[in-house]
Nanobody
């Protein structure tokens, strides 16, 4: 069965950091662009960031630029989301996702074929 498993979420104070992990099982990540989406309570799901096979990244959420970075370790079949200088508005469920095919990053969640169960990130004093 093809799936992602996210981990690393939790409660953090404003200004703190977290590193989320997205581990794939049942398939290899090596050629796929991997995306992170987030959904805050009462809000639509939002594309945050993506990393391609080559390691280049695309950030869609303007509020996260210069604070969030994405990386991948194909040998470990895992993608990471490093989140620094966290703000209360970053509170959301964060999910990783991938398309069935294609080598480019896309912001539309409807194009994703594989999803993880999500990990909760709460930023609060």
């Amino acid at each position: 069965q093809l799936q992602f498993v996210e981990s690393g979420g939790g409660l953090v104070q404003p200004g703190g950091s977290l590193r989320l992990s997205c581990a794939a099982s049942g398939f290899t990540l090596d050629w796929r662009p991997i995306h992170w989406f987030r959904q805050a309570p009462g809000k639509e799901r939002e594309a945050v960031i993506c990393v391609t096979r080559s390691g280049s990244s695309t950030t869609w959420a303007d509020s996260t630029k210069d604070r969030f970075t994405i990386s991948r370790d194909n040998a470990k079949n895992t993608v990471y989301l490093q989140m620094n200088s966290l703000k209360p508005e970053d509170t959301a469920v964060y999910s990783c996702a991938a398309r069935w095919t294609g080598s480019s990053c896309r912001a539309d969640a409807r194009e994703m074929a594989y999803w993880g169960q999500g990990t909760q990130v709460t930023v609060s004093a």
